[in-house]
DNA sequence: ATAATCTTGACCAAAATAGTCGAGAAAGCT
DNA sequence: AGCTTTCTCGACTATTTTGGTCAAGATTAT
């Protein structure tokens, strides 16, 4: 797999706490419910984040996820780096990049080539913040919308010709 | 895993062969003791790499297996698909983009993010052949030998030195 | 107090991946 | 023909990773 399940969840739970940025602590049980993201392991993926500094909690009634950072100050980049470094050492990593796993020291004929693929993938994950992501979001909403509306007219034109 | 222990041999298999292209069959054996594949799994993958039409085997006395393209016909792209491929169904793949698994019908926030990311994936894939490969082989080669002789020398100067 | 909510660590199940084995079939050599 | 070498094929096993659950406890607002 490119990117794990978990991962996907991870930043799915942020891209949610993105969108509700500013208004108080968020609930898991909320998170879970819209991300469809099964809610004792979100439990587990959320606590995890609390080490990366993006989100903070609070507990009790009120209680529940929030930012640390505005959403253009969280890239996709840094979750995964995080993430990555929670499963001890760079789990997504390649095998003949890192020396240790290598039978040849780092030095196989792929190496440079999967240097090239870790950049490349880690442009795009960098330079994708979460406020990218919102205005995507918000983009992709309002064109659906135009879709539907165009589509409803084409209904009613379809009505009246039959 | 970005990518698997498996693709990576059999890219590494491939590249092998690339290497002694026109010198004949290549053995399996000689092809796991040179490039530190696990024979038993060196053969399950060259043998499902034929249906790849990369490469075919010839059996006994003085077999082996051999390219049938040029290393330049070959790009790593093709091997990557291949092995996605026997897999049924693009198993490198990421979640959210293939519209089966997304929740979202495909629609979630971070599909665009993924089909770039997939993008310049194959960007780096498609565009580097085995010949490429090759050259660079080479050219590290090349490069090492400079790199020893100068060590020699430091090392003359320093005997000297003390 | 008590109800809501996060916290923690242990636990389990399923899937994917990595790797092995044995018996057989073809090809060349003598 | 008989022997050796080498691929072939399918079944099998082991290991690791991933995905997910649970229960008991701690904290906070009301």
């Known amino acids: 797999m490119l990117i794990t399940q978990k991962k996907q969840y991870a930043l799915r739970a942020i891209f949610e706490l993105a969108k509700r940025h500013g208004r108080g602590p968020i609930k898991i049980s909320?998170?879970?419910?819209v991300q469809a993201i099964p809610m004792r392991f979100l439990e587990v993926i959320l606590?995890?984040?609390?080490?990366?500094?993006?989100?903070?909690?609070?507990?009790?009634?009120?209680?529940?996820?929030?930012?640390?950072?505005?959403?253009?100050d969280i890239a996709v980049g840094d979750v995964i780096r995080f993430m990555d470094k929670t499963g001890e050492g760079e789990q997504d990593c390649i095998a003949c990049v890192s020396k240790d796993s290598c039978p040849f020291?780092?030095?196989?004929?792929?190496?440079?080539?999967w240097e090239k693929v870790w950049e490349s993938?880690?442009?795009?994950?960098?330079?994708?913040?979460?406020?990218?992501?919102?205005?995507?979001?918000l983009e992709r909403i309002k064109n659906r919308k135009q879709q539907e509306n165009a589509a409803e007219k084409g209904c009613d034109r379809r009505g009246l010709e039959i």
């Open 30 to 33: 909320t998170i879970a419910r």
């Open 105 to 113: 020291d780092g030095q196989c004929a792929l190496s440079p080539m």
């Open 47 to 72: 606590n995890e984040l609390k080490k990366s500094g993006f989100v903070s909690a609070k507990r009790g009634y009120q209680g529940g996820y929030y930012l640390l950072r505005r959403p253009r």
């Open 121 to 137: 993938l880690f442009c795009v994950y960098d330079g994708t913040t979460m406020q990218d992501l919102l205005e995507l979001e």
